[in-house]
């Protein structure tokens, strides 16, 4: 089995930054994708930015020049820089990988972290 792990979220004011980190454990053989996505109040999850494992890098066009993401392979981490945040960046951020654990590849959630930027 594979976990993710989050971290970093929290309350910060309009303006501010945080960093996400997401960790996986478990069988790992690779890890290919690794991502953030967020899904507000009444809102669809939607994908905020992702990495491959060769360090190719998509961002949503709402966070483009704000947030960056970057993975240590070593380590199986991923990270969201968030910087300045403004309150519709409010929701809860959950980690996605997909990853070969055996003979498989499957993709896994985080548990979801929560942001929330308000003064």
């Known amino acids: 089995q594979v976990q993710l792990v989050e971290s970093g979220g929290g309350l910060v004011q309009p303006g501010g930054s945080l960093r996400l980190t997401c960790a996986a454990s478990?069988?790992?053989?690779?890890?290919?994708?690794m991502g953030w996505y967020r899904q507000a109040p009444g809102k669809q999850r939607e994908l905020v930015a992702d990495?491959?494992?060769?360090?190719?890098?998509s961002f949503a066009s709402s966070v483009q020049g704000r947030f960056t993401i970057s993975r240590d392979n070593a380590k199986n981490t991923v990270y969201l820089q968030m910087n300045s945040l403004i309150p519709e960046d409010t929701a809860v951020y959950y980690c996605?990988?997909?990853?070969?654990?055996?003979?498989?590849?499957?993709?896994?959630w985080g548990q979801g972290t929560q942001v929330t930027v308000s003064s």
């Open positions: 478990g069988r790992i053989f690779k890890v290919y994708t």
């Open positions: 990495v491959s494992d060769g360090g190719s890098t």
């Open positions: 996605k990988a997909t990853v070969l654990g055996g003979l498989l590849r499957n993709t896994y």
